[in-house]
């Protein structure tokens, strides 16, 4: 997804591009996992059964395997075909030349974990010794911790800032779009090369509450061009990239079922903390959310909590389903939030070039792209 210099009304359309699809899609991204059972999300979104699809993908694989020996046959006899296929024209509607050759190099996400590790650890080991031979001391790096915001006065705080260029590496939340204004608002900043990371912390304009918008300043969108379209992707959207172990999202979405049927406190917004690295089986879960809820575990008996575990499990690869398309989606809503901010240096009169770059390896990396911006010359 890395672009070039290319221009501001390229950008836009690329963006809307993008929200045409998110605009049927986000319902799946914003979809809580706390209430897959409570809501039934799996049949909510589910257009047709899983048997229904596997019937199609068999019913291909065998017009895959008929329609050659068909063509060969129409080849050597004068003969027009007769597709015999409950009025469907499949062989009709087969073509054959839409196969593309298949790079034999495996795709990253293929690989296994510990090939992946392999990998990291060689990458890493490869360039350490590298770089060796190419450490210097020159006194440069003088670490300083202080609170920055876009007014902050940079030179109150090092007092020979000059033409320097702002690095952000894996800023969280609503730190990424304020270094982007900082350096619109600051003439001593000449570039800026932005990595974010923590969408899920991200603040939004466009949401009912404006939860951590600071001032009316908000993390997303920051752009014009989106601002004017209202453009809003939510929290749980934001959080798909990043989603817990999957018997943790299965325990705590039970957990909801048990706090719907015999506590009046069943809101998704309730959180249980880190109660499930801290518990032994999903009885002790739940007792320890219970009591982390100000709740009465002794309502229950360590049976009554097991019948609930031993109900949904046979449903829990619904749940892993499903979260599986929600990860599959998640780069299409990072790649709303980055096209925005690129959008944003676009906007500005004083910034000479913009692009997304492609940093880091996103297996060692998985937030790696960048916005970089460079300003006007003033020579």
Not at 27 to 40: E, K, L, P
Not at 143 to 152: D, F, G, H, K
Not at 259 to 266: E, K, S, V
């Amino acid at each position: 997804m890395a672009f070039n210099d290319i221009p501001v009304d390229t950008l836009k359309r690329k963006i809307d591009e993008l929200k045409r699809f998110l605009s049927i899609s986000l319902s799946i991204s914003n979809a809580h996992t706390v209430d897959f059972y409570t809501r039934d999300v799996w049949s909510t979104f589910m257009c047709v059964s899983p048997d229904d699809v596997l019937c199609a993908i068999s019913s291909t694989h065998d017009r895959m395997r008929t329609s050659q020996p068909a063509k060969n046959n129409a080849a050597e006899c004068p003969l027009d075909p007769n597709d015999s296929d409950s009025g469907s024209s499949f062989l009709s509607m087969l073509s054959l030349d839409v196969i593309e050759d298949v790079s034999p190099r495996v795709h990253p996400s293929q690989l296994s974990l510990e090939e992946r590790e392999k990998r990291k650890r060689e990458n890493l080991e490869r360039k350490a010794g590298e770089g060796r031979g190419n450490i210097r001391d020159d006194g440069l790096f003088s670490p300083l911790t202080s609170y920055v915001t876009a007014e902050t006065e940079l030179k109150t705080l090092i007092t020979e800032l000059e033409d320097a260029v702002l690095v952000g590496l894996h800023t969280c939340g609503d730190l990424a779009p304020s270094t982007l204004r900082m350096f619109r608002a600051k003439q001593e900043l000449r570039a800026v090369c932005s990595v974010g990371c923590c969408y899920h912390l991200l603040s939004e304009e466009f949401d009912q509450d404006r939860q951590g918008c600071v001032d009316g300043v908000c993390g997303f969108p920051v752009s014009q061009y989106l601002k004017a379209q209202a453009c809003f992707c939510g929290r749980n959207a934001r959080m798909s990239a990043c989603l817990l172990p999957m018997e943790s999202l299965f325990y705590r979405a039970v957990l909801h079922v048990i706090l719907r049927d015999h506590y009046d406190c069943f809101k998704s917004e309730k959180r249980v903390g880190n109660v499930y690295s801290k518990a032994s089986s999903f009885v002790d879960y739940v007792r320890r959310a219970l009591r982390k809820l100000d709740l009465d575990d002794t309502k229950l008996s360590d049976g009554d909590i097991q019948s609930y575990h031993e109900h949904y499990s046979p449903r829990m690869n619904e749940m892993v389903a499903f979260n599986m398309l929600k990860v599959i989606l998640a780069p299409c809503i990072e790649g709303l939030i980055l096209l925005d901010r690129l959008c944003y240096l676009k906007e500005q009169d004083n910034v000479s070039h913009s692009a997304l770059v492609q940093l880091f390896d996103p297996l060692q990396s998985p937030r790696c792209y960048a916005v970089v911006g460079i300003k006007e010359s003033t020579v």
